[in-house]
């Protein structure tokens, strides 16, 4: 019989000095308040090894860190919260360990067992129990993150590399209606490029076209792809849902549009609900006909931090459409609310979705 005893060794080091009386519930400014302790592994020698749990602080690092000139880094974002009966649990936790390492075959990183990844992440939060947040709609935010740490100036793959979770308690998202752009002279990603892997370059790139949309009143942009600005990719980061003569409509994951765990799994419920559902490529040109012509009714971005993100209006050659009132919509306010009940054990977990910490 084969050994199923996967169980790895963690080096647990207490805080002395815990935050938690620190933490108000019903005040938490979003990624700027960070739970105690962190998961830290490092990649040496070719191999993953010394697993801790350590007090969360700063970290000493070369100058001469790859990561720091060449970008050789990927991350995750997921979120643990308590449910009805009063568990701590997760969401699809396993897919955020496959996209992880989807990323660290594009960017040269090592991969790394799945019991080190899901060990490490629900050794953590069990540490750090008391800082996920119990109020509705709260959460506690997981950032699991791999970066080239070696000091070595060569442009190659590095030989050294840091894995590290920290944790940060997030209040309940109430996520404005934001306007958006349909972005024509900017790209997030271009087929081939780094576009469906979670990787800070992207993030960095999108800085700047998002700032000239907002000195133009926007909050974000629409992604189009890079050779024609024909196609929708996505919104901000965030992936992008259309409802159009009542059919959900949402652009295909590929190679440049991230494969986000939220919009896979609405797609899921959806058609569970009895949606059509079109994964298809869609245009720029469609969506203006469908907001002209009233057959548009609804647009939302979603991902982890947000779930559902409403577009209030959508700005396409200068001029601005605005869509209908965020409570007339009933697909996406439907899918929130099958979501969230399963999420919180409202409702059975009929998708295999959902894990105890
Ligand atoms: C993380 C991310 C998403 C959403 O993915 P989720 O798994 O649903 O959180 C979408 N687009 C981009 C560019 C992202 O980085």
């Given at each position: 019989m084969l050994s199923t005893d996967t169980s790895i060794y963690i080096d647990v080091q207490p805080?002395?000095?815990?935050?938690?009386?620190?933490?108000?519930e019903n005040n938490i400014p979003f990624g700027r308040v960070f739970s105690d302790h962190m998961f830290v592994a490092d990649y040496k020698n070719g191999a993953w090894t010394d697993f801790k749990i350590m007090p969360y602080g700063n970290l000493s690092l070369s100058?001469?860190?790859s990561t720091l000139h060449y970008s050789q880094t990927i991350f995750e974002g997921m979120k643990a919260f308590y449910n009805k009966n009063d568990e701590v649990v997760l969401f699809r936790p396993k897919e955020n360990y496959e996209r992880l390492m989807r990323s660290s075959e594009r960017m040269c990183i090592p991969k790394m067992d799945k019991e080190i990844f899901m060990q490490g992440l629900k050794k953590l939060i069990e540490i750090d129990k008391?800082?996920?947040?119990?109020?509705?709609?709260s959460s506690l935010y997981i950032r699991p993150f791999i970066f080239a740490s070696e000091?070595?100036?060569?442009?190659?793959?590095?030989?050294e590399y840091k894995f590290i979770i920290f944790t940060c308690p997030v209040a309940a998202y109430y996520a404005k209606p934001v306007r958006v752009k349909v972005e024509t002279?900017?790209?997030r990603v271009a087929s081939?490029?780094?576009?469906n892997a979670k990787t800070g370059g992207n993030y960095a790139a999108a800085l700047y076209p998002a700032k000239l949309a907002q000195e133009q009143g926007y909050d974000q942009l629409i992604w189009t792809d890079?050779?024609?600005?024909?196609y929708i990719e996505e919104s901000g980061t965030m992936n992008i849902m259309f409802v159009i003569d009542g059919k959900i409509v949402t652009p295909p994951q590929g190679d440049t549009i991230l494969d986000g765990i939220t919009r896979k799994s609405l797609v899921v419920l959806a058609k569970d609900l009895g949606y059509a559902v079109e994964e298809r490529p869609v245009t720029v040109i469609e969506i203006e006909e469908a907001m002209k012509n009233g057959s548009l009714t609804e647009a939302f971005g979603m991902g982890t931090a947000a779930v559902i993100s409403q577009i209030a209006a959508i700005g396409i050659n200068d001029i601005d459409y605005e869509l209908p009132a965020?409570?007339?919509?009933k697909v996406s306010n439907h899918l929130l609310k099958e979501l969230k009940a399963i999420r919180l054990a409202e409702s059975e977990d009929r998708f295999g979705w959902m894990e105890k910490v």
């Open positions: 805080t002395e000095d815990s935050r938690i009386a620190s933490l108000d100058p001469a860190a008391k800082w996920v947040p119990k109020s509705d709609g000091g070595f100036l060569g442009v190659r793959p590095a030989e002279k900017f790209v081939g490029g780094t576009g890079a050779k024609e600005h024909k965020v409570e007339t919509r």
